[in-house]
């Protein structure tokens, strides 16, 4: 499987839980694509450093776009890339933030939180 494959799997599997298992409906939220954006810039910026810095490298097989080192370096937009990494990141870090907003929400209505709710661990007070 390559890593345009799972990172769509990633993207629509998510999006099922968000929207059909676990219902929080987050997608449909406009505050969910607000706090979103945000992530997604800063999500650029930590790729373009990994990426642009030669810290991580990607198959050209396995993502869409090419990735050959005799080439030069990636470009930092084009060829399948958005600051100098694939777009299947962007794909695998919406997956990521959305799975773990969703989990939050659905226990946060389940009234699962830590307890206690502010202070030290338990374990640690004397």
Known sequence: MTYTAVALLAVVLVAAVDLWL?????????????A???????????????????????????????????VGPPAFLGDGRIAF?????????????LLTLTLWVWWGRRGVQRTPTAGPPVWRRR
């Not at 929080?24 to 505050?31: D, F, Q, S």
């Not at 650029?44 to 198959?59: E, H, I, K, Q, W």
């Open 36 to 70: 979103y954006a945000i992530i997604v810039f800063f999500q650029l910026v930590t790729n373009a450093m990994f990426t642009g810095f030669g810290l991580v490298r990607y198959d050209g097989d396995a993502i869409i776009g090419g990735s050959s080192p005799a």
């Open 22 to 34: 676990l219902r929080t409906r987050l997608l449909r939220r406009r505050a969910f694509w607000a």
């Open 85 to 97: 990494a694939p777009v299947e990141d962007l794909l695998f870090g919406f997956a990521l933030v």
